[in-house]
């Protein structure tokens, strides 16, 4: 029985890993996209309503998911102990606080400011698939 629960757990939370990390990269991008615009034109609105429904449709309710799922996942598969299990939450901490960023930047964007450069977009952009790609080696791997 308890495997069941962790392979649907495990499962669920693979899930919204996905839908996050799928905000996390578009929302950087739209941002790129919409620096270019005059603030208060047409195609600046049309990025607005972009950007906050990608992130409260979408990237918050996927973290949230995401996070809830692992947790159970680790509680059921009894790896809190597990050394993988530790640096991975760092790690998920750290792609939360990219979220927090983005949502953060959402609001000046709402307010026609244009808080970071084109090429710091660019940057942030690949930060979650960096991250991306160690957590997903320390969860198939558990090397530590």
Known sequence: M?????LWS???????????????????????YHHGTAPGSEASEIFKVMERRLLKAIATPAMIWTIAFGLIAATVGY???SGWLHAKLVLVLLLAAIHGLLAADLKRFARDERPRTVFAYRVINEMPTVLFIVIVFLAVFKPI
Do not use: K, M, T
């Not at 308890?2 to 962790?6: F, S």
């Open 2 to 6: 308890i495997a069941n629960w962790l």
């Open 10 to 32: 495990v499962a669920l939370h693979i899930i919204g890993f996905a839908a996050w990390l799928a905000a996390l990269w578009y929302l950087p991008r739209l941002f790129i």
């Open 79 to 81: 790896q809190w102990s």
